[in-house]
């Protein structure tokens, strides 16, 4: 399963996709202070929400307008994600 992520000014957009098909969609609101282990929690609850669990995930997109977002995710991917 493959985890799109697009971080935002305003907005961040996360999607889980496989064999080329949105199994679910998200948008949340940027908050630039949350740390990778918030937004963790926050991702862990809506996958788990959509009847999945992070470990199915097994690749990740990210496209990012907030530099220290980038950091952030890709932070959450490496300790939560293993990818």
């Not at 907005?11 to 949340?28: E, F, K, P, T, Y």
């Not at 977002?69 to 959450?76: A, K, Q, S």
């Amino acid at each position: 399963m493959l985890l799109c992520v697009d971080v935002g000014n305003t907005n961040i957009v996360l999607g889980l996709c496989s064999d080329h098909q949105w199994l679910a969609r998200w948008r949340i609101q940027t908050a630039r202070d949350q740390m990778a282990d918030e937004y963790a929690m926050l991702l862990k609850s809506l996958v788990g929400d959509a009847g999945y669990q992070l470990p199915q995930v097994k690749q990740v997109v990210l496209a990012s307008v907030v530099p220290p977002l980038t950091v952030t995710f890709r932070e959450l991917v490496d300790r939560y994600l293993h990818v």
